[in-house]
């Protein structure tokens, strides 16, 4: 292996899936790259799962958070959409976040804040704060 990325042509992992095993692979390889300063690979890699067919909330979480780090706040907040839209946060009745969905919260809260959205900063603080304590785990 010549140790070059290859990004996979939009379209073309339709249909396509990768095993458990692969996937987790492949997202400890992003937090690996991103932990060692090497966020550039870690969003190619990110993209390419992507643009290959996996579109789950782990892949869109990743780019959350390497948007993130690079101070993509808009696109950050896009990758959180995402992530609601395949499991959403907000559930009816009292119950406790888990450690991905506190992620997630800090994640919009601080894109919101460095956006310069503080009325949407407020509201998801506000959620954070309402919805995050008493009940059980919730998933996500």
């Known amino acids: 292996m010549s140790g070059d ?7 073309h ?3 396509r899936s ?3 095993c692969q996937r ?9 790259l991103l932990q060692h300063g090497y966020a550039a690979r870690a969003g190619t ?9 996996d579109d789950g909330v782990e892949v869109h ?10 101070g993509d706040w808009r696109a950050a907040l896009a990758s959180l959409e995402a992530v609601d839209r395949i499991v959403p946060i907000e559930r009816f ?16 809260i601080r894109c919101l804040h460095e956006a310069g959205d503080a009325a949407g900063m407020r509201q998801a603080l ?10 059980g785990e919730a998933e996500g």
């Not at 979480?61 to 690079?70: D, K, M, W």
């Open 61 to 70: 979480l990743a780019q959350a958070v390497l948007h993130f780090t690079a």
């Open 24 to 32: 987790d692979f492949l997202l400890v390889n992003i937090y690996v």
């Open 13 to 15: 992992g339709a249909g």
């Open 93 to 108: 009745g009292a119950y406790r976040l888990t450690a991905r969905q506190r992620l997630r919260r800090y994640l919009r």
């Open 18 to 20: 990768f095993t458990r």
């Open 126 to 135: 506000d959620a954070y704060l309402r919805h995050g304590e008493g009940g």
């Open 5 to 11: 990325l290859v990004v996979v042509p939009a379209g």
């Open 45 to 53: 890699l990110a993209e390419a799962m992507r643009l290959y067919g």
